[in-house]
């Protein structure tokens, strides 16, 4: 049984400004050398107070430290009145490790914007059952092209509808899969985190919804069983609509991996479009969960369609 899909209007963070104290947390895997740095310089670039903490300069393994130190900082980061926003540094892999002991009581009576993607699709579908809008976007220290900046504005500074998911010139552009439109509400992330989620509190209903995927590194076999997981756990009854972002870090099978998408679009009978600009790419839009939104196969576009904040 998949969840149900709450008929409540879902509660909104409020918009950044000027100014505002973003925690910069690692609750996954290590930074490489001068990701911090680039970070924080990337939070003043955009005129925002970087606050860093401490588990984003330590390792452990394929860790950015222990469960509890990355648990403590998430924890203290989204308990502090002080903080504006909660920004992750990076993905890879131990989100899953802390999910279950992190509260995010804060979010229910004040939320703040929650922004990562990758690895972060975990914290991610939390806040997607507690009814909270969040941000798949870029983390600060990866690349931030001007389109990515002007997307990442869009959704988490302006207090209006984000718009366009626009392309740049030169990256692959959006195509139908599947024709005809759909309107809901987003969610998604990360396919292969979604497809650790089955089974467990936190799986995603898409029902009535536009489910939007990407993912790194898994080849069109991987991707073909992850779907079928999915499907047979009832992830995909009633979705409205399919947004495929980027497919990366497979050399020459991409190919094979758009005839999986495009197999399992006609199968679902939904619209879907795929290379829509987020993923593991350089040009990473950001994508506020549970904003409405419209997805036109035709056009090959997904358009954000309310305000994905809240005055702040």
């Not at 909660?86 to 804060?106: C, E, H, N, P, S």
């Not at 991987?222 to 992830?235: E, F, K, P, Y």
Request: charged share 20%; with cysteine; net charge negative.
């Amino acid at each position: 049984m998949t969840p149900r899909v709450s008929t409540q209007p879902p509660l909104r963070p409020r918009a950044l400004r000027p100014g505002a104290r973003v925690a910069l947390v690692a609750p996954a895997g290590p930074l490489g050398p001068g990701v911090l740095d680039k970070a924080v310089d990337r939070c003043r670039r955009l005129e925002l107070e970087p606050v860093t903490y401490p588990a984003a300069t330590r390792r452990r393994g394929y860790l950015a430290g222990s469960d509890e130190e990355r648990l403590t900082d998430l924890q203290a980061a989204f308990d502090d009145p002080a903080t504006d926003a909660v920004w992750a540094l990076r993905g890879g892999y131990g989100t899953l490790r802390i999910l279950d002991g992190l509260d995010l009581a804060r979010q229910h009576r004040d939320p703040i914007p929650f922004i990562g993607f990758s690895d972060n699709t975990n914290l991610h579908a939390l806040h997607a059952q507690a009814g909270v809008v969040s941000f798949h976007g870029p983390h600060p220290g990866a690349d931030f092209p001007p389109e990515t900046e002007a997307s990442f504005r869009a959704a988490l500074f302006s207090g209006e509808a984000p718009g366009l998911l626009s392309s740049r010139p030169g990256d692959p552009a959006p195509h139908a899969l599947r024709g005809g439109s759909a309107a809901g509400r987003l969610i998604g992330g990360n396919l292969a985190i979604l497809a650790s989620l089955c089974g467990s509190r936190d799986a995603i209903s898409t029902r009535g919804r536009i489910l939007f995927l990407e993912d790194v590194g898994e080849p069109a076999y991987r991707v073909d069983r992850m779907l079928h997981q999915l499907l047979r756990a009832g992830v995909f009854d009633g979705v409205a609509g399919l947004a495929f972002g980027r497919f990366t870090g497979v050399g020459e099978g991409l190919s094979d991996i758009l005839a999986v998408l495009s197999e399992f679009a006609v199968r679902l009978g939904v619209p879907a479009v795929a290379d829509l600009p987020f993923g593991h790419v350089e040009h990473n839009c950001t994508v506020p969960l549970l904003a409405n939104a419209r997805l036109d196969a035709d056009a090959a576009t997904l358009l954000v369609t309310e305000p994905a904040t809240q005055p702040g």
